[in-house]
């Protein structure tokens, strides 16, 4: 079972095990519990990620800009547009005003695969 690389799903129901790299969508994960088994879909890999960011009078390292876990998930998901969101500005009074001086967008660039 899995998926290609297009997305499209695929069950053959000739194993216990499968794994894969992308996780199922809610519709498939619901396919698979349909016919009495129940699936269960659990990370068994988990892999660094590492955020960089260029905003020109903003410091790297420890003096630099500060991110929680759910800020930078609202980054990734578009909910945070700009660097002088007041979510981000909140976590760094220290370059707070470099922040909103600058009004810059945030362009995330990120691998595929």
């Given amino acids: ?19 894969g790299d992308i996780p199922f969508s809610q ?3 619901e396919l698979l519990n349909s016919n009495g088994d129940e699936f269960y879909q659990m990370p068994f890999v988990m ?8 905003i020109p009078g903003v410091p790297g390292g ?7 876990p759910c800020a930078l998930a ?14 981000i500005v909140s976590l760094n009074d220290h370059i707070a005003s470099t922040l909103k001086e600058k009004k810059l967008p945030i362009k995330v660039a990120r691998r595929v695969l």
């Fill in 1 to 19: 079972m899995g998926t290609n690389h297009t997305g499209d799903f695929a069950y053959v129901p000739w194993n216990y095990f499968g794994s």
């Fill in 27 to 29: 519709e498939n994960y």
């Fill in 47 to 54: 892999g660094a990620i590492s955020v960089f960011h260029n």
């Fill in 62 to 68: 420890a003096g630099g800009l500060k991110l929680t």
């Fill in 74 to 87: 609202k980054i990734f998901r578009a909910q945070i547009q700009y660097w002088d969101d007041p979510e």
